[in-house]
């Protein structure tokens, strides 16, 4: 079976760390790919503007926009603070309370039936992002897999991420991981 080969080897690759770059990591390619993302926004948000207020838009769109937005964000965040930077600021020698309002947005991903979503979201509170580009990864694969193994990948991958790294991890970084963990 084609696919079931396919999925395999992108999940060895995700779990290996070694998905294949596209090779354009000069500063060039990365300024003309932001002129490209701003032109594309632009361009969204010209036809958003255009309109009516009461229109809705499909689902999907809107959970590929916010996925976007998390994913532009994080570039922020990287390109602003040095790895250097980042890998000082983690300290999880001691396990601390996530916040109310933290476990409010984990539960309201589990609710919307974004799994990936609320399980990056975790990984983000805890610096590790990783483990959050994995996930990120991973629910790419099923988007894009859904009809031909959607159910086997979110059961298969997901769990065994779930208990092999992201458990342990939350149990070092929160007291309350439990209830964390309890929500996705």
């Known amino acids: 079976m084609r696919y079931r080969s396919n999925m395999t080897e992108a999940y060895r690759k995700v779990v290996e760390g070694k998905l294949k770059e596209d090779g354009h990591t000069d500063v060039p390619s990365m ?10 926004v632009n361009a969204i948000e010209s036809k958003l503007n255009s ?18 937005g998390d994913n532009i964000n994080s570039c922020k965040d990287y390109i602003m603070n040095p790895v250097e930077e980042q890998k000082e600021e983690v300290d999880l020698s001691e396990a601390v309370e996530m916040p109310k309002s933290d476990l409010d947005n984990v539960k309201s991903f589990t609710d919307r039936n974004q799994h990936y979503e609320a399980r990056a979201y975790i990984c983000a509170r ?41 458990l342990p991890k939350m149990k070092r970084a929160f007291k309350n991981w439990k209830e964390i963990y309890s929500s996705i």
């Open 31 to 40: 300024k003309r790919l932001c002129k490209t993302i701003k032109e594309d």
């Open 51 to 68: 309109m009516p207020s009461e229109e809705s838009i499909d689902t999907w769109w809107t959970n590929k926009m916010a996925k976007s």
């Open 126 to 166: 805890m610096k590790d992002d990783r483990l959050k580009s994995i996930y990120n990864e991973v629910g790419s694969l099923q988007d894009k897999y859904n009809k031909e193994l959607g159910f086997l990948l979110s059961r298969g991958v997901r769990d065994q991420l779930d208990k092999m790294v992201l």
